[in-house]
């Protein structure tokens, strides 16, 4: 049996190649376009322009509030306590009476001390009309000389106990005059700490009440012994005293604002800090003594450098940089150097130039190269503060 070979003719099977080779040829472009790589879409940042301003260089250090000045009022005298004529907190004025201790013992003293100078000043009166008839007498021998020099020498003798009388007349009135108290700074008052009808001792470690004087206030803050040469060169620099702002630690607000008066003479070696104190006008009583606040030392300006916000500073193993925005709207990484931080601002002493665009939201994202696009901005809060709900 023979078995039949059925062959197409020479152009049906060059024909039939060619077909196939056209129809692979178009599927091998959507093929090449299905696996090829897509970019990734551009990252949404925020961006802001590195400015050349100046800028107010300062020192920020964690202060407390003190009283300017403070002074616990004692009885000067032994006594009891008659009355009391202040309110605990209210403000009293240098003089103004406070309390009355019982002044009898005192002024009976003082009325002694008076008596005896009164009989004093008699036996002298006396003594000289004496001396002036002794003195007739001896023209005409009617007595001696030792009788005359006698009655000089007890004259001198008067005269010294009228002295002696004086100064315990003195001493009495000052006795007398420390039964009324009064204030000797104007300040704030605090807490009465006894009460009249009590028995006060001028030994007493209590006391009778503690003013503050907190108009004007003082402000005590320490700053690392490190910024002590730029504190001098600013002293040095300037005639006027060095402006320093108090700052609310919870909201952050200014709430005073005064003047340095003192820079303290050495520097705590155990904890490596300088101690200053600042000097603040507090009418409205914004300062009270024992608030923690913080202190910001004006110092002295820098002229035309360069401040970008301080969010766009990022932190690296080796050492801070800024993700720069290149025209073609990709990023690189810069390493710059930070002069100070100020606020919301830094100043970059080295590695930008004014007008470079930097990111400084969206950074968490991206790496050197990749491609950004700048965040529309939030929409504003329409409903505002009279909106209904």
């Known amino acids: 049996m023979q078995t039949k070979v059925f062959s197409l003719p020479l152009n049906r099977r060059i024909m039939g190649a060619a077909l196939c080779v056209l129809g692979s040829g178009a599927l091998l472009p959507a093929f090449a376009q299905s696996v090829a790589p897509q970019q990734p879409p551009a990252i949404l940042v925020s961006t802001a322009l590195a400015k050349s301003e100046s800028v107010q260089q300062t020192l920020t250090g964690i ?15 032994d006594g009891q306590l008659d009355s009391v004529a202040f309110e605990e907190g209210q403000d009293v004025r240098a003089g103004q009476l406070l309390a009355q201790l019982d002044p009898r013992t005192y002024q009976a003293q003082l009325d002694q001390a008076q008596a005896q100078k009164a009989k004093d000043d008699a036996l002298l009166a ?29 004259i001198g003798q008067l005269m010294a106990s009228i002295k002696n009388d004086e100064a315990l007349i003195n001493f009495a009135k000052v006795q007398l005059g420390f039964t009324t108290i009064s204030a000797p700074i104007s300040g704030r008052l605090g807490a009465r700490l006894i009460d009249p009808g009590n028995i006060v001792h001028a030994a007493d470690p209590g006391g009778l009440v503690v003013i503050n004087q907190i108009d004007p206030i003082a402000v005590q803050f320490t700053l690392p012994e490190t910024n002590f040469p730029k504190i001098s060169q600013a002293l040095n620099a300037g005639k006027k005293r060095l402006q320093v702002e108090a700052i609310d630690r919870a909201s952050g607000n200014v709430i005073g604002v005064g003047e340095l008066v003192l820079v303290n003479n050495q520097i705590d070696m155990a904890s490596g800090t300088i101690s200053l104190k600042a000097r603040f006008p507090n009418p409205k009583h914004n300062l009270w003594p024992g608030q923690s606040v913080n202190a910001r030392l004006a110092l002295t300006k820098l002229d035309n450098v360069v401040t970008v916000p301080s969010a766009a500073i990022q932190r690296s193993q080796n050492g801070l940089f800024v993700y720069v925005v290149t025209p073609d709207s990709k990023v690189r990484l810069q390493p710059v150097t930070v002069a100070q931080y100020e606020g919301a601002q830094a100043v970059v002493s080295k590695g930008l130039a004014a007008n470079d665009k930097v990111v400084v939201d969206g950074l968490y994202r991206l790496v050197a190269g990749a491609s950004v696009k700048e965040a529309a901005p939030a929409p504003a809060d329409k409903t505002g503060s009279g909106a209904k709900p």
């Open 126 to 154: 006396n003594a000289k009309v004496d001396l002036k008839r002794y003195e007739e007498l001896i023209k005409d021998d009617a007595t001696t000389q030792q009788v005359l020099d006698t009655q000089k020498a007890l």
């Open 63 to 77: 202060g407390n509030v003190l009283a300017l000045s403070s002074v616990t009022v004692h009885a000067r005298v």
